[in-house]
């Protein structure tokens, strides 16, 4: 058995792939969300995450999820700069300590923290002119973006990146965190390197098209994730 099949096997055996579903977080209102989930939920436990997107939305009375696929109107939207504005009018420091209610860092050796990592990822943004969904284009399969989102301190292996663009929509990528790393090393007996999972989990779902039409990456991504974490 190879590695593909080994993976498969083992997906169907504890996951019911027939009910998979993307959960709410894929279907923000606005793309400032997407930058502050991508970016605060490296290396912690979901919860506290969800949890600081929502206090960021109760704050200024926003809205957090749109209806599922449903692309919300520009009007509906807030903007990159509008949150570039609060962040710094406010302070990245008070951000933290009072609206996301969260000062985590994006490392615990000379990282920063992960309100003023928010506040570099959407100034890259707006660099580009990108401030609702309908502008993300300018920035699909741009090398130049990526790498300057890989140099904001706690970035550079891309995970938050690979999250961010499936927050947005793309199909093909997946999170390669702890929790899916976890679920391959169990699969292959052995550890497996960032590259390598993009690269199983998708000729994977490729395979289980077959049976689940509406299977990609980002889906099967999302419930072994859920699996793992439960």
Known sequence: MNNIESIIKRVESVIDLSSAKLSEEYFYQSLPLCIIDSVFSIGVTYTSTRNTVLRYCKYFDLKVYREYYELPTIEKQESISQLIQKMKKIGTKRFAWEIFKNRQRTSSRNGILKSEAVLKFAEVLNSYEVEYFQDINKIINSSEF????????????????????MLIGSNDLIKPDRMVLGFLKNCMGKEVKLEEAQILLSEASELLKDKYENMNPRLLDHEIWKYMSQ
Do not use: H, T, V
């Not at 300057?148 to 999250?163: A, F, N």
């Open 146 to 165: 990526e790498e300057r989102i890989k140099k904001i301190p706690g970035q550079k292996s891309g995970i938050s990146l690979k999250y961010f663009f």
